[in-house]
Each structure stands twice: as C-alpha cells, then as structure tokens.
C-alpha cells in the first residue's frame, strides 16, 4: 500500500466564523466542552459551538500523479463522517482511504474495485466493530489487518456508525439494519423498494427517505428503533442544514426534534452515548497525542479533565453499585436470618408446650 504524510502548517488562533454548511466530517473532541473538529480533505479547523474558528490546520496531501479528480464542492455534508478506530481518524475521499494522526493526514490504501461513480459519494464506505477498521465497495467487505486487506464478507449497503453501533442499509434485503460484532443483520425495518435516498446520518438519528412512498424513514441509532414520518421539509437533504446545529454529538437535529421522534430522555441518551465512546478513545494513546499537537494548552487541559470528570463519575456510580447491591445481600441474609429464628422459636414454643403437656399427664 502507498502512503504519504506531511507535517501540517498551522496558522495562527482566530476567531473568524464559518457558515454551518461548511462544516464537513464534523467531530466533537470533547466529551464535555463544546469543542469540535471538521476535517474537509486537507484542510482542518477546530471550532465552538458558534462556529467560531479557534484554529485552522492546512496539511500538505497531494494526490497521486495518476489521479486526476479535482476536490467538488459537497451538496449534503451532513452525511460525511469521521470514523475512530483505536484512537485514530479515518475518512474518505474518492477511492482512497485516508488517516489521521498524530496532526498528520496518510493515504492507507485505496478501496478494492470500488467502481468510479461510486467514488463521488464520501460516505458509507468505512466502519469500525471491534476495534478494527473495515472497508466497503458497496458489495464487499474487507478488514484492514497489519496494513492490509483481509476480503471478509460479499455484502452490499452503505454503512452508517454512531458511537460503536454499526447500522446498514442493504439493497439487496431492502432494509436497514444493525450490524452485529460476527456480521450478522438484525433488522430494523424494511424499506421495501429500492429507491430510496439517505438524507441525514449523525447526532445519534439516520434518516432515510423513500421517493416512491413520500416518506421518511428516521432511526434511532442507540436503541436500534425506527419511526417513519411524512414528507416534511426538515428531513430533507438539501434543506436539512437550516435545521441542523452543533450539539452533543456534532452535527444534529435540535433536542426538541429527537424529542418529539424518540421521547423526552432521547437528547440526554444520544450524549450519554457519545460522552462514553469518546473517553473510551481517549484510552488510545493516539488520540491524545493527536489533540495535544493541535489544540491549545487550555483545551488540551479541558479535555484531560474531561477523562477525569467521566472516570470519577463512573468510579461513584459503580460504588453506589456496589453499596447498594451489599445492602440488598445484607437485607436478604437478616430476612434469611430471621426466617431461621423465627423457626427456632416456633419449634422452641412447641417443645415447651409438649412438655408442660407430658408433665399434666
């Protein structure tokens, strides 16, 4: 496989801001402080949740001399995602597949046979189970093992992750579906034609519209559930970003939509989730070392913070766990206990009673 990396220029800190639609592969960095990182090609900017630039990194990733795309302008960001594997970033563009780490970009290899009208659509080729990165050409997939490809499965769909929930839509079933850990499908709901659009895949909702029904089709990507909705201007993709905002998760619909699809404790669902997966990055020591290079001391504090805060949360949950399961094991031996005395003085009482009995006679 060929590869190539560069050491990244960085600008200085400003405080310019951006338009919401030019936020591609959008990452929120920290679990708790609202910091985030869209990554478009070579060109990354780290921002808050007003879309103020805090940084912007440009990386030096030039394409081979055989290829001859030119970088397009993308109609429906909000369908582009960053996939985490180990503590590292990975991306599509084109047919290659591209990694970052430590502030830098690597092409890793190029997806096998992916045929070139398919190389337009930045999304649904990559996926991570397992901790291992795997890889679609909308009819295979492949694991990426000691810089190489492994062929696992002949299977087609787009595949759509949040957190470490892998969901696909598969043409030939005509249904979407969670992947399982050993490639199983576990379907959610059928589409039950094949001409169907995705429209919207983050903050915790994938959002499916059929062209010949008129409808949409929007899931629940933590509980694995489905609602379908009428055609509505809001769920549309090329209206959607009006309603889109940087949340808990990056890029997603307000809490009083998910609230209104999925009930009153969705929002807070959507963020535990995420909250959790990202510290479990934060295990990786890539991770770290990628966000300590390009952010700021203070941010890079915020975010060690945040490993501590979830860590001693957790730590204070399993205790109050364990309290509380040793007070229920304490409550059923003193009721076991009791039951015993009980039966001891039951059977006291008789043999007194038996005796005084004797002793009349």
């Known amino acids: 496989m060929g590869s190539t990396s560069n050491s990244c220029i960085i600008k200085e800190e400003k405080f310019e801001s951006?338009?919401?639609?030019?936020?591609?592969?959008?990452?929120?960095?920290?679990?708790?402080?609202?910091?985030?990182l869209s990554l478009k090609y070579n060109k990354i900017r780290i921002v808050d949740s007003d879309y103020n630039v805090l940084k912007e990194l440009c990386l030096n990733l030039p394409h081979r001399k055989s290829d001859n795309y030119k970088e397009v302008k993308e109609e429906t960001p909000q369908l582009l995602q960053l996939i985490i594997?180990?503590?590292?970033?990975?991306?599509?563009?084109?047919?290659?597949?591209?990694?970052?780490?430590?502030?830098?970009?690597?092409?890793?290899?190029?997806?096998?046979q992916l045929?070139?009208?398919?190389?337009?659509?930045?999304?649904g080729r990559l996926f991570s189970l397992n901790n291992q990165l795997f890889v679609s050409n909308k009819h295979s997939i492949y694991v990426l093992?000691?810089?190489?490809?492994?062929?696992?499965?002949?299977?087609?769909?787009?595949?759509f992750q949040f957190c470490e929930k892998v969901f696909v839509w598969n043409y030939t079933t005509q249904s979407i579906s969670q992947l399982k850990n050993d490639f199983t499908?576990?379907?959610?709901?059928?589409?039950?034609?094949?001409?169907?659009?995705?429209?919207?895949?983050?903050?915790?909702?994938?959002?499916?519209?059929?062209?010949?029904?008129?409808?949409?089709?929007?899931?629940?990507?933590?509980?694995?559930k489905s609602v379908v909705v009428k055609h509505t201007k809001q769920f549309n993709a090329f209206y959607i970003q009006q309603y889109l905002s940087l949340g808990s998760s990056g890029i997603q619909l307000s809490n009083g939509t998910l609230r209104k699809l999925f009930g009153m404790n969705y929002p807070q669902q959507v963020k535990s989730c995420y909250q959790k997966y990202i510290i479990d990055q934060m295990q990786f020591p890539s991770y770290?070392?990628?966000?300590?290079?390009?952010?700021?001391?203070?941010?890079?504090?915020?975010?060690?913070?945040?490993?501590?805060?979830f860590k001693s949360r957790n730590t204070s949950q399993h205790c109050k766990k364990v309290i509380n399961e040793t007070k229920t094991k304490m409550q059923q031996v003193n009721n076991s206990l009791q039951a015993y005395l009980d039966t001891q003085s039951f059977l006291v009482q008789r043999f007194v009673v038996s005796v005084q009995m004797e002793e009349s006679l």
Do not use: H, W
């Open 85 to 112: 594997c180990q503590g590292i970033i990975y991306f599509q563009y084109f047919q290659y597949v591209i990694s970052y780490e430590n502030a830098q970009l690597k092409i890793l290899f190029e997806i096998p």
């Open 18 to 36: 951006i338009r919401p639609e030019q936020l591609i592969n959008v990452l929120k960095i920290d679990p708790y402080n609202n910091i985030y």
């Open 115 to 123: 045929k070139r009208n398919d190389c337009f659509a930045f999304y």
């Open 185 to 224: 499908e576990e379907i959610i709901t059928k589409t039950y034609d094949k001409s169907y659009d995705v429209q919207l895949a983050s903050g915790g909702i994938l959002v499916v519209k059929s062209i010949t029904r008129n409808n949409y089709t929007i899931v629940d990507m933590v509980n694995a």
């Open 288 to 309: 770290k070392a990628t966000f300590k290079q390009i952010l700021s001391s203070e941010q890079y504090l915020q975010l060690l913070k945040a490993e501590l805060i």
């Open 145 to 159: 093992e000691n810089d190489k490809l492994k062929l696992v499965k002949q299977m087609g769909g787009n595949f």
